[in-house]
């Protein structure tokens, strides 16, 4: 069965600097991989998805993560954090078939401070 | 952009009671879903329909759980007598059929309050 752990449950940066969150998946074939943000009162968004080609994936707000199947990891990145992207942020994980449903981690909420 | 819309946005209701929540899915996707979030929890998987039927569920959709597409637009989860523990925000999804590697594009949800 699939599993997605996200180790950092609250993040604070400031604005300006880069981000990293972390996100290791477990399963036994190639996965699908997504990162979803969630603002407050809101719904889950798509960030970007991996399925496979090019392990580094560009997604929208200039967020991009990288694949890296060694480590079981697809931790998002950006490098220049905004205000506006203080939110909970959720990777998940799918299974190679078409209709699949996705396995969430528990969220990385991220604080932007001045 | 086609949204998912879920309705009512927040629903308070008593233990024991039954409550529907309703979604309207993007209007050409065929798969649909619904997920939860406990309150500080991760988002579960609860359901997938795709032509008229459940493709699959979790062992969270137990027998008080049923889902139904009544008409041509609406998705709806009934929980026919709730317990505390139902509390949650329920996210609907919907994803079109013709790409299987399509994402799934989520609803704003119903924080759903069991007193």
């Known amino acids: 069965a699939q599993s997605v752990t996200q180790p950092d449950i609250h993040i604070t940066v400031s604005e300006g600097a880069s981000l990293e969150l972390r996100c290791n998946y477990s399963y036994g074939a190639t996965p699908y991989l997504f990162w979803y943000v969630q603002s407050p009162g809101q719904g889950l968004q798509l960030l970007l998805k991996?399925?496979?080609?090019?392990?580094l994936v560009q997604g929208i707000k200039g967020f991009e993560a990288e694949f890296k199947r060694s480590q079981s990891s697809f931790n998002l990145r950006k490098p220049s954090v905004h205000w506006s992207d203080a939110a909970e942020y959720f990777c998940?994980?799918?299974?190679?078939?078409?209709?699949?449903?996705?396995?969430f981690g528990k969220g990385t909420r991220l604080s932007v401070i001045a | 952009e086609p949204e998912v819309t879920q309705t009512p946005s927040h629903q308070v209701t008593q233990m024991g009671q039954e409550v529907i929540l309703r979604c309207v899915p993007i209007s050409n996707h065929l798969y649909f879903y619904w997920y939860r979030q406990i309150l500080g929890q991760k988002v579960e998987f609860l359901v997938s329909f795709y032509n008229n039927e459940i493709s699959e569920k979790s062992e969270i959709f137990d027998d008080q759980f049923s889902v139904e597409r009544p008409d041509g637009s609406n998705f709806t989860l009934k929980i026919r007598s709730t317990k505390l523990e139902d509390s949650a925000m329920y996210f609907c999804a919907s994803r079109e059929m013709t790409d299987p590697y399509s994402p799934l594009h989520f609803g704003n949800g119903t924080r759903l309050t069991v007193t």
């Open positions: 991996y399925f496979s080609g090019d392990t």
């Open positions: 998940a994980v799918g299974r190679n078939s078409g209709n699949t449903p996705l396995v």
